[in-house]
């Protein structure tokens, strides 16, 4: 037993010793890595932390009716260096190491940026002198793949590329000022891109990682902390061919007449979609600077009102027929100047003697004072009440931002002369898109739809949200409309543009306007705004085109808007396939 | 797994007050299970315990070295996936950009088209022709384009391709064709035709 008792009084003694030891190694250890080698070690962690990356979603795409992109989204690259660091560095060139100094880096640097060199050093000097210890500045912005690629190339340890998601506009000024632009930090600014900036709007989402110190993605390490959402597509109503060719041909008569600024509206009569809003000067979204003046960067359709002038003529006339006070035929005298009862002094543009006109004959002549005998016969209550109806007065329903309503004062409101002016389209003012859907509406059997720029917001699943109401509202009877249309044809036919605007085939109805433009200070410029509506074909209506033009210097009358009328209805007649007239126009009579 | 428990070799009835027979020769005995007879397998089970431990530190090495290189692998892949990415949308932005309907009307001018705006149609039902046929005399909007792309600067036009590319942007080029009248684009050497075969 004693034997026994020593051998294991020997073993616990050496069981303590062992543990002893081993405690000592853990202590040594420890304070090793925490105190004494601390320093390096957190150093070495760095490179190993987990990595937090922004992962972008891309803001939404704006479409044309074919889906055709008018805006989308790419991603740019910033690029970017650490002046600080900015010094010479080694590169491996062919298996040996070259010495590049800073001036050869820069040159390198601007060569791909097209900067000097001396701008680029100019940059890193000018960072360096406001901060010694600066550790960024801008080179430039937004470069794209090809200038990516070049300058990750270089190689350079102090020169880093950043991602920027941007925005580009591939058909340029094609409906430039309808969709807008988004500024450099991406904030939408004007057109579609601010109307509809909710159906646009992406999230960036962030994920973290972790990675080794090769910088290799660890597996399975990824976390998603917040997901990217991607914005959805805007799907107008716009053809962007037609577009073009409208903005050319306005282009070109503006130039030609030397008119301040103009737009053409073209609208599908039986749905109120709009298929070409142009406006003339275009901006072009990509390159928004090179447009100076401010109003030239949105769409004066929607945000410019003027006095209609005779255009407006259209709308008295079936407010008049639909009440069941005249037709076509209903005759009265026309003098050049009427005095009415109210006190009123109402008269035409060019002198005459009493014309003995039908209301046919009224618009053919666009007769003032013979527009006031008929629309006398309405009160002020009840063409303030058509006005309305017709949409004057309100933004229409389109949902472009920064839309003009116009000014259509209460009929209580109009003194004498505005209760005569309004008959013939002065005393208020309308949009070009009111005029286009007072067409519209006459076109269209007397039923008005609502103005359609945006047929929806469509998310990556291809729903569509947002889709704007396609129900008319029944403005005029449908034999007033009628009525009215064929007098219009008559106007086309027989008024003195009757050769500028014809179109072999088909039987078009359009009405001239002259109408002054205010000049800010309460009275008139000696300008005039020049308009042509109308639509085609007159026996099947199909598409209103209205065309405005303002103060075109060399040529100050309708003419100047007649030839855009005609090119535009031709192609949009061509471009739809509209099935040239078969029947006879209307035989109406202009005077008795 | 060792087993060197006394036990009965032989069971006593369940009832032994119910049993008639009652005798020496009928006692239970006891006796010591031989140890010897486990020692071998006991060696055997170790040695497989350790292989086993074994095989599987060597199975997950393995695995830990063939995860670390499908991450490398994943790496490379996700690098030449962006890449490639890159290309693909610069590729198709060259591409909507030559699709926009100024490029488009650029190149087809400069081919020698001029479009006609006044349509006639042959219905083929009885033969009738709609409309005012007309031949094409190039229409305003066949001139200048004056509907800005900042993107087009510095793209070619299509006949100016296999020339080596001069590389004239086709707004310079439309803006030069502008003074040749719009009511016919000058064509030099005849309209391009097919060669035919």
């Not at chain 1, 941007?166 to 807008?180: D, I, Q």
């Not at chain 1, 070409?276 to 359709?301: F, I, M």
Request: charged share 15%; aromatic share 6%.
């Amino acid at each position: 037993m004693a034997k026994r008792s020593m051998s294991s009084k020997r073993r616990v003694a050496a069981t303590i010793v062992v543990l002893v030891a081993i405690i000592g190694l853990f202590v040594v250890r420890l304070v090793d890595i925490q105190v004494v080698r601390a320093d390096s070690l957190s150093a070495d962690s760095l490179g190993n932390r987990s990595v937090e990356k922004t992962v972008y979603g891309s803001r939404g795409e704006i479409l044309d009716a074919n889906g055709v992109v008018l805006a989308g989204t790419v991603m740019r690259y910033d690029v970017v260096v650490s002046p600080k660091n900015t010094s010479t560095f080694t590169r491996t060139v062919n298996g040996k190491d070259v010495s590049v100094p800073v001036a050869q880096a820069a040159a390198e640097i601007g060569a791909i940026t097209g900067q000097t060199a001396e701008a680029v050093q100019g940059i890193v000097t000018d960072s360096l002198t406001e901060n010694p210890k600066s550790d960024f500045a801008y080179i430039t912005k937004q470069v794209d793949v090809d200038a990516f690629r070049a300058l990750d190339a270089l190689d350079i340890p102090w020169l880093y590329l950043y991602q920027n998601p941007s925005r580009v506009y591939p058909n340029g000024a094609v409906a430039g000022n309808l969709v807008g632009f988004v500024s450099g930090e991406g904030e939408a600014q004007a057109g579609l891109e601010l109307g509809q900036d909710s159906c646009l709007a992406s999230n960036n989402g962030i994920e973290t990682y972790e990675r080794g110190a090769d910088g290799v993605r660890l597996p399975e390490s990824t976390v998603t902390t917040k997901a990217a959402v991607d914005g959805s597509d805007v799907v107008t109503t716009i053809d962007s061919d037609l577009q073009w060719f409208v903005q050319q041909v306005l282009a070109k008569q503006a130039q030609a007449t030397g008119a301040a600024w103009g737009n053409v509206v073209v609208q599908e009569v039986k749905t109120g979609k709009l298929v070409a809003v142009a406006d003339y000067p275009a901006v072009d979204p990509n390159n928004v600077s090179a447009t100076t003046n401010p109003d030239d960067r949105g769409s004066r359709a929607f945000s410019a009102s003027y006095e209609p002038g005779s255009t407006f003529k259209a709308l008295t006339a079936a407010s008049v027929i639909d009440a069941g006070l005249a037709d076509p035929n209903s005759q009265i005298v026309a003098p050049f100047r009427y005095l009415p009862a109210n006190g009123a002094n109402i008269n035409d543009s060019s002198g005459h003697g009493d014309l003995r006109l039908t209301l046919t004959g009224v618009l053919i002549e666009s007769s003032n004072t013979g527009m006031s005998k008929f629309g006398e016969l309405l009160n002020d209550q009840q063409r303030y009440d058509y006005m309305t109806k017709f949409g004057v007065g309100s933004v229409t329903e389109s949902g472009f931002p920064a839309e003009d309503s116009g000014i259509l004062h209460a009929a209580e409101n109009w003194d004498n002369q505005t209760s005569y002016a309004t008959m013939f389209g002065q005393g208020l003012t309308t949009t070009a898109l009111q005029v286009s859907s007072i067409y519209q509406t006459i076109a269209n059997n007397g039923v008005r739809m609502p103005v359609q720029l945006v047929s929806g917001c469509k998310a990556a699943d291809g729903t569509m949200t947002e889709v704007p109401s396609a129900e008319g509202t029944q403005v005029v009877s449908p034999t007033a409309a009628r009525e009215t249309a064929d007098m219009l044809e008559m106007v086309y036919q027989q008024g003195w543009l009757a050769e500028k605007w014809k179109i072999p085939g088909y039987r078009v109805a359009a009405k001239t306007g002259t109408a002054q433009m205010p000049d800010g200070k309460g009275g008139y410029t000696k300008g005039y705004l020049v308009s042509v509506s109308g639509f085609a074909p007159a026996d099947d209506p199909q598409y209103v085109v209205s065309v405005s033009l303002a103060d075109p210097v060399n040529m100050n009358s309708s003419a100047a808007s007649a030839p855009v009328f005609q090119e535009v209805m031709s192609q949009v007649l061509k471009k739809y396939r509209a099935v040239p007239s078969g029947a006879a126009a209307p035989d109406l009579s202009g005077t008795w | 797994m060792s087993d060197n428990l006394a036990r009965a070799f032989e069971s006593a009835p369940l009832r032994p007050d119910h049993d008639p027979r009652t005798g020496a020769e009928e006692r239970r005995h006891i006796e010591i299970v031989s140890p010897s007879a486990h020692k071998r397998p006991r060696v055997v089970y170790a040695l497989s315990a350790v292989a086993c431990v074994g095989a599987v530190i060597v199975a997950q090495l393995l695995l830990s070295v063939g995860i670390s290189q499908g991450a490398y692998e994943i790496s490379a892949l996700r690098a030449s996936q962006v890449e490639l990415g890159r290309t693909a949308s610069s590729v198709s932005e060259d591409l909507i950009r030559v699709s926009s309907p100024q490029s488009l009307a650029a190149n087809a001018e400069a081919l020698g088209m001029v479009s006609n705006s006044s349509p006639a149609y042959l219905r083929l039902s009885d033969g009738a022709v709609l409309g005012a046929p007309s031949s094409a005399s190039g229409s305003q909007a066949g001139a200048a384009s004056l509907v800005p792309n900042a993107l087009l600067a510095g793209v070619p036009l299509v006949t100016q391709l296999p020339a080596g590319g001069q590389g004239t942007s086709v707004a310079s080029a439309a803006a030069a064709t502008a003074g040749s009248a719009p009511l016919a684009v000058a064509v030099t050497d005849g309209l391009p035709s097919p060669t035919t075969r």
